[in-house]
């Protein structure tokens, strides 16, 4: 097996050196009523040009989003990510490493991270930032219960605007946690009215913006009504690349900035491996979740960087720890890291007008179409539409014509009359003309 | 080599993007356009490349050395794996494409599902989970749900002494207290002990979380007992997968009573650590937890394996505790593990446990007699536990030892965990390693164990001496945080106005 | 520009540090009237989204190998390359790094040029092997251009089986260098009398086993014949891998061994990059063309390695030198080297049985076409079969009904009537059962 | 940490690609079978990735550091067009294909054709040369066809001092005489000499070979006086195009009377060195020289671009003096160059070339006060030439110089190359380097003449210290050639019989 550098002269002889003849006399431990003799269920090994041909023909059943007119968003997009970035991220010392517990060795990695929480907080305007969740909705969750420890409350109270698979995430943990949640009710315009719901029982608001509906939402005055009353304002988002041209969560008042950092140099995966960015303020850190790496010296007095504060992490203080999370995005944050590099602060804002450009295009294209409504006022690459039919039926007509034209809401609503024909639609800057051109003609098609 | 930060070479005026300009337009951001731009400087391309190239000479990775690292399972990490992951039928699509045009995206994860399944003698696998942690929260929460489903409310989770820190930080995670259970003589758990501690606790035990094989590399020999006795209690047997390396093909986890199990798949099936993630962790469950896996899951229907996301789409007796996560899980992992498993056959998988346990056994008789073993010269699972007895009164402790390996050529192996032997040192090869490269391993250990033995302790005290970095001092980043870069008071700038 | 890293306030500043206000001032050398300002005539810069989109739309339009039943050889052949070779050749230290001129920083490329050179040896089952030529062809021209210094005879006898393109190589530039060709005519079944062609002023026979028509030739004979005359054998291959299975050359009495590397660890690439393999006696080794590398030792008595014997380089020796050749193909050459390592000999020999089992297998599957005739006895994993029309329309048809099927011999050796109905056909470890029906399928159907 | 040689570390029992068996079957090897297998050992796929890894670690990269390698291009090299060059539509398509099966193959050679011809205002290009020396053979067989075509048989080529070696070699390969020009004393070609060498010849002049701009660095200012010459004397004028960087954007070959040029897509469009290739060096052709391009070449047909492969196919006054190369050339090359030059742009071109020859005159600046240059304080093109005046009596040469710069970080320079100068350091930093790298590499050079001067002979004889090796012996390996690993006699095994 190519994987595997004992030949059978090997086995013998290190069998013979440690006292046996026979592997299975090492699995003594193993009840004998238990013990099997391989996975008889399962098909041999392969080549690897047949293992190839294998998944190329299931990769081949997926249409590619770069393949096709794509609109497709909800909180994850399509973006053209460097072929430098992909490179860079497949180095053998980057791939292959470990996490850096050991300092001495791991240099690069640590480094990287510094890097990655500097530009996290830059772009979130906020002070401190750690090394990565596993993405956003899951950074929520985790957002949600360091509001907890912070307030030492337990009620955590949901915009409507937030994406619907987040509010999911945090309810099921919250429920299993004994915590409570007040979710309010699907939100498209932004018109709800969440300063009510903040009491003094809340620990934390969590409020995504853009929403997920596409819709910019003023933070301020829900960092003062929560503040007011002693809670937290969590600030997220799901497409990273609108911090470029809108006001930072930090400017606003948030206490904790988490979203989802996919857009910047990682693929869409068909869901993951994706990013989770966290920020906070200074006076938290140590309430804090996840990885952190920071800046000392070495025994020479060199600049060097470790992973710090670890005694909020579970490998040290196990039940006690802030989060149980441990391995987490390293890579995809490298992949991020590379990625902003590459744009700077001016790179990122030239790419968020773009983004909003070919978005407030697409909605005029769209607002063409007879029976087609534009929900939102103010929005960054992503906005909601109302349809004259379900928003399913005409997604999938549009995908037999060739065009991915977006996310019926109904998807991830189920079920609720009021937003069956609306339909989320996404803008990006791979987007053309010729494909807002495809995507109104098949949808005045299947109108 | 010294090389800066990014930052400190970077520049606002150039970019490594080259982006038209949009045309004109009305803007439609209301009032929420931000006042000016990031203040991050950039890179070009080549300066960007030259960065991180540079940066990466200062890491250790598998495709370099031996990671003797105990618990972790840092083996080869094959390229077709990264090769079939990036396929724009893979790397290229959304999460919430209408379905019609993902079919085999859902076709490959049914296939890992199934071999997951059957490697385990599972009913059914939660395929979501991020990493191992996150499966850890998954079982326990499936465990939750299911105490609810029934009316009960126990409070309690059995914890072995040796159990990784993410077993109780889970448990805490939902509430639960944490008793812990101590290792007997020979490093494992005395069914007898989980009984006793049963019984302090009758009526409120929901579960155990062990380690199979345990952290001090044992195979828990008295697993089936200490299982009965959970289930017995009413309790569920959450098993910790991440040394399942060490059984596959030799043993099922369902055989042994096992009731949820995460399967770490960036280390069992080798997809790459990259630096400390991103991992994926699924978890097998038994038939009594199968009902309570999150959204969103695989049924088996009269058409073929359906997807189920929503509330709305369940059959009756599917009871969801909710979702993990938003989408669908580690997409990007599931293809590079089930190339992986694909490539080894079921024969090949067997083989590679195989090796694991017997390259861990060469090297635990290779240094035996010049290092301590805490439980004997016993046989050893996929990594061999050490104690610091060896080093006492030579001055040189675990920590010197382990940083005396990287002027070595070595990264340091797993050292003061699990906490049952004083100044652990844990050791896995893994089966990616030739005999050729364990006998230099072996070699270089005794060598510095000698060394020590001898006095020789300025091989030892302050070292590393020949890495990128002495020994760095974490006391002092933690006592005052220095978490990002600032842009020192002498060069800020004024940052640009966004148009 | 995303590749120049110098910022306007960078350019200003320099030009000012070098004393002048526009760069322009530096160009005073040429002639006023050569100046241009620019390219007018050609586009401007893209971004990179955009240069990818063109060049994948470009690419879209051929069809790839891999795609359908592929059965083309004739000099290149299609294997499966693991996939870890191609990741390692793109390491930076590899694809970017210069010629190992500085033996103290590219000890890396040294070594894997030494172990490259010790596997065409060792394969070829000559003495000594440099360190590659462009490819197979070329290296031909330098194999006839090194027999006429070995022999100080200017005389080329080619066989009518070597690769046509191969033949008309040597023939151009023997034309020019006033050198003499005597080229044997078309051989498809290997039964032309090439012994009759060697006299005294013959310095060097060409012959190609497996022939380009994929006959297997016996060298014997004509490696007596030609030393009884004061000539050497020149043996060509185009197929390395048929070396895991035939007798090496070196084995047969070849003086000169060429041929072409792409099998090994190399893609089709329409025709190139390839790699050119050399190998002759030691006794001829300061007659060679190209690099070479040999082992040393450093100031610490270190075991190294350094290119060696340059002065029969150009750039030592100038117009006295064995070649003219600098640039080579170093990649190539890695990715030979990979593979190579990866198979070993035992691994290169069953990878040979595969293929050759295939091609059996295709010739039973032709051979029950009606029509078709297979005109070679003894071949490896390629042979002619005789069509009863022009191959060359045959061959579009298939490609209509999606099936590569082969090259018409009157592609590479056009007006011969004898030739036209002639099809060369090749098979690997690619071909499946499925690919074998589909051809013969397609080939009932348009015969 | 030191690596042996794969044969030293690889076994005959193991294999890294796994094969299925063939099936049993009758061979049709006739006589021929081998009797034993290769001699050569295998590595597993892990080992051999490590084997590699640590392999490369022993070299200098561009993606790592400067290259200040004159008369050799070392620029960045953009990962989009490695990833282009991969694309199943360029990397796995078959030169024999049916054409109507590779028509965006076609397409895109046609299209590079055209940035070739237009950038150098030229008539033609023959594409299919596999590097810069291929192409000028080419070059160099399109002229020598054509005096034949005209029924003339001149012996003489004019080639410059400071010619690259590979100028003289094409010339003698072709059985021409090659005839030396020295420069002037400012480092430039005199079209008086040129003159004088021609009148020497009369008659028998075939042409000229000039490197333009030279390898000094210089344009050749005379460069239209001196092709007039060479073409009142019936002769052609060949310009090798190595140094094309300079000028790209700022002049066109076309429009200074030249009739071939190879360019060296390797060089000035950056398709890598990968160690010392693959390269390409298609030839640009004047009007007169362009019927005689090589097989197979492209033709502006009604239908739009033909593909010419064979003399078959040829119309009237199509004269091709033969083939190059079996198929078509480069293609991997062509992706990647076209890629480069879609990505500049004409504007980034320009660009590119000015900013070259900007920080050619940077470094030049900065180094001037303390190093010697042999023609004085003049502008030099995207290269700068120094000689070894300024070490004179310090007893540092230009090779312990350069070997020093080893220890620095850097590669060293082009040394003792052009001939015309005394220990020549010819410089050429490119357009892919920063201002901070220029001046850190600046003081760096200044920091070493500045220890030289004082004396500090320790730092450079025996130089370098702290690379991968100390200076290694090169007459040793040419008095006694090994030149192939050969398996000690100790350990020789019996290769196994074939099958």
Known sequence: MRYLPLSDTDRADMLARVGISDVDEIFVDIPKSARIDGLLDLPRRQSEFAVERDLTRMAGKNVAASSVPFFVGAGAYKHHVPASVDHLIQRSEFLTSYTPYQPEVTQGTLQYLFEFQTQVAALTGMEVANASMYDGSTGTAEAVLMAHRVTRRNKAVLSGGLHPQYRQVVEGLSALADDRVEALPADPAGTEDILAAIDDETSCVVVQSPSFYGQLIDLKPIAEKAHAHGALLIAVFTEVVSLGLIEAPGEQGADIVVGEGQSIGNGLNFGGPYVGLFATRQKFIRQMPGRLCGETVDANGKRGFVLTLSTREQHIRRDKATSNICTNSGLCCLAFTIHMTLLGGNGLAKLARINHANAVKLKGALEGVAGVKVLNDAFFNEFTVKLPKPAAEVVEALAEKGVLGGVPVSRLEPGKADLADLLLVASSEVNSDEDRAAFVAALKEVL | ?499
Chains 1, 3 share one sequence.
């Not at chain 2, 199934?114 to 979501?128: E, P």
């Not at chain 2, 060069?491 to 966004?498: F, G, K, L, R």
Request: charged fraction near 20%.
């Open chain 2, 1 to 499: 080599m010294e090389e800066p930060l990014l930052f400190e070479i970077g520049r606002m005026d150039v970019c490594g993007v080259d982006l038209d300009e949009a045309e004109d337009f009305a803007p439609a951001l209301g009032s929420h356009a931000r006042k000016a731009v990031p203040d991050l400087p950039a890179l070009t391309e080549p300066e960007t490349m030259r960065h991180y190239v540079r940066l990466s000479s200062k890491n250790y990775a598998i495709d370099a050395g031996l990671y003797p690292l105990g618990s972790c399972t840092m083996k080869h990490n094959p390229r077709l794996n990264e090769k079939m992951a990036r396929l724009p039928g893979f790397g290229d699509v959304h999460p919430l494409q209408p379905l019609s045009t993902v079919t085999g995206a859902v076709e490959l994860i049914g296939e890992l599902a199934h071999w997951l399944v059957t490697m385990t003698g599972m009913s059914a696998v939660a395929m979501s989970p991020k990493a191992g942690a996150h499966g850890e929260l998954c079982g326990m929460m499936a465990i939750k749900a299911a105490h609810q489903a029934a009316g009960r409310d126990p409070k309690i989770v059995l914890v072995p002494e040796s159990a990784h820190g993410t077993n109780p930080a889970t448990a805490a995670l939902l509430g639960y207290k944490v008793v812990s259970i101590e290792a007997r003589e020979d490093g494992t758990v005395d069914p007898a002990a989980v009984k006793a501690r049963i019984k302090e606790h009758e009526g409120d035990i929901a579960g155990i979380m062990l380690t199979n094989p345990n952290t001090c590399g044992l195979f828990e020999r008295d697993i089936i007992a200490i299982a009965e006795a959970i289930h017995a209690a009413d309790g569920y047997f959450y098993c910790d997968g991440a040394n399942f390396n060490a059984i596959v093909g030799k043993a099922r986890p369902g055989d042994l009573g096992v009731d949820a199990m995460h399967i770490n798949l960036h280390k069992t099936f080798s997809t790459p650590h990259g630096g400390g993630g991103p991992g994926a962790g699924p978890v097998v469950l038994s038939e009594r937890l199968a009902p309570f896996a999150p959204l969103p899951f695989l049924r088996k229907g009269e058409g073929g394996i359906e997807w189920v996301e929503t509330d709305a789409e369940l059959k009756d007796g599917e009871q969801p505790f909710g979702r993990m996560t938003a989408f669908h899980g580690q997409m990007g992992m599931y293809v590079r593990a089930l190339a992986y498993m694909k490539s080894h056959g079921a024969d090949g998988l067997k083989q590679a446990s195989e090796d694991a346990v017997l390259n861990a056994n060469y090297v635990r008789v290779g240094l035996q007699d010049l290092m301590s073993l805490p439980f004997g010269q016993r046989w050893c699972m996929h990594e061999v536990l050490f104690d610091d007895s060896f080093l006492k009164e030579t001055g040189v402790t675990t920590l010197d030892f382990a940083k005396a390996m990287i002027d070595e050529g070595y990264h340091p192996m797993t050292m003061y965990f699990p906490l049952v032997v004083h100044g652990a040192m844990l050791i896995e090869p893994t089966e990616s390693e030739s005999r050729s490269s364990l006998d230099l391993f072996i070699a270089t250990m005794r060598d510095l164990v000698m060394s020590a033995q001898k006095g020789e302790t300025d091989r030892f005290k302050g070292a590393p001496f020949h890495a990128p970095r002495g020994r760095l001092d974490e006391t002092r980043a933690a006592r005052n945080p220095v978490l990002k870069w600032e842009r020192p008071a002498a060069t800020a700038v004024q940052p640009q106005a966004a148009e």
